[in-house]
């Protein structure tokens, strides 16, 4: 069933998505169609690029973050995700084993990227209420309390975009 979103443009976005769009534009050389198809909703394309945006400043590192990242669109079924992060991760160099585990969901060899990738998981089944084994792997990874904060500030970002990416139908670009 097709849902019938449009993909907006500098020409056809309203005055409210029209620069978030244009800033997309000159970052990436294209409007990717994700934000495109957002831009159906001002306040969805800000929150969702506010969300991004914050998550990128928090103190997980870019291998962790991408691991958070395709950890959600694996678990969310969004394919426009997992195209997009599996490229990011070969941008940061990762080993081709690490994203076949991550798009398998199998635990990963590294106890640090592992516990991400477990703490994840762990606030999402439980909406919030780790276990304590969860806390102790996370927080025996090196991680505190305030990183584990900044989990769940990829977990709403991403739970936002891949939601939206489905509901869109968002195309590969």
Known sequence: MTRSFIDYDLDTATSAAHEVLAENKRKFGFI???????????????????G?????????A???????????????????????????LKMLEAPASLTEALEQGHPLESPKLEAVRAFTLALLERTGDVSDEAWQQFLAAGFDRAAALEVVVGVAAYTLTTFANRLTEAPLD
Do not use: D, W
């Open 62 to 88: 870019p291998l962790e973050r991408e691991v958070l990242a395709m950890t959600m669109g694996v678990k969310n079924g969004c394919h426009y995700c997992i195209t997009l992060h599996r490229r990011f």
């Open 52 to 60: 991004l945006t914050a998550f990128e400043h928090t103190s997980l």
């Open 32 to 50: 990717p169609s994700p934000l495109a198809r957002l831009a159906a909703s001002p306040v969805a394309l800000q929150t969702a690029i506010a």
